[in-house]
C-alpha cells in the first residue's frame, strides 16, 4: 500500500510539473473575467445574456473573483460563455516527494535530537557518525511507512 502510495505521489508530481510554468502568472488587476471579456470586447451586459443573469450578477461574479469569493461552479460557467476553459489546480512549490522529504527530516530531527538528551543523561550518547547514520534511516523509514503521525503539529 506503502509503495503505491509513493507511485502515486511521484506520477502526481509529474502531472504538477506541468502547472510549474503558470506559477509566475500575475492575476490581472481587474480579474481574468474582466480582462478576457474586455479583450474580447464584450460588455457586461452580453456576458449577462450569455450566463442568463442580470448585469449586476456579472459585476458580482467579476467583484468576488477579486476578493476570493467566486464559487468554481460560476468560474466554469463564465469561462464557458468566454469560450474559454477554466483550470483549476494546487500545484506544489516544490515537489511532493520533497515535501514528504522535508517533512520526515524535520519529525526525525526533533525525535532525535530528544532521544540524544535522553541517551547523552545516561552516558550513551551516539558519535556524529552514526547519529548522521540513524537519522538517514529514520528519514528513510519515515518515507516509505508514512507514519500517520508524520503531519502531527509538535
Known sequence: MKNRT???RKQLDKTLLE???ILGISIPQKGWIRAIRDSLGMSGRQLADRLGVTRQRVSEIERDEL??????KS??????C????????VVPRTS??????????????????????????????????????????????MIETLPSTLWDDS
Open 6 to 8: 509513493k507511485l502515486v
Open 19 to 21: 502547472f510549474r510554468p
Open 75 to 80: 468560474m466554469r460557467k463564465v469561462a464557458d
Open 82 to 89: 468566454l469560450d474559454c476553459v477554466f483550470v483549476y489546480a
Open 96 to 141: 511532493l516527494e520533497h515535501t514528504v522529504h522535508d517533512r520526515a527530516k524535520q519529525v526525525a530531527e526533533e525525535r532525535q535530537k530528544r532521544a540524544s538528551q535522553l541517551m547523552l543523561l545516561e552516558g550513551q550518547e551516539l558519535k556524529e557518525d552514526d547519529e548522521f547514520d540513524a537519522l538517514s534511516d529514520m528519514i528513510e523509514e
Open 67 to 72: 476578493t476570493g469569493s467566486v464559487t468554481l
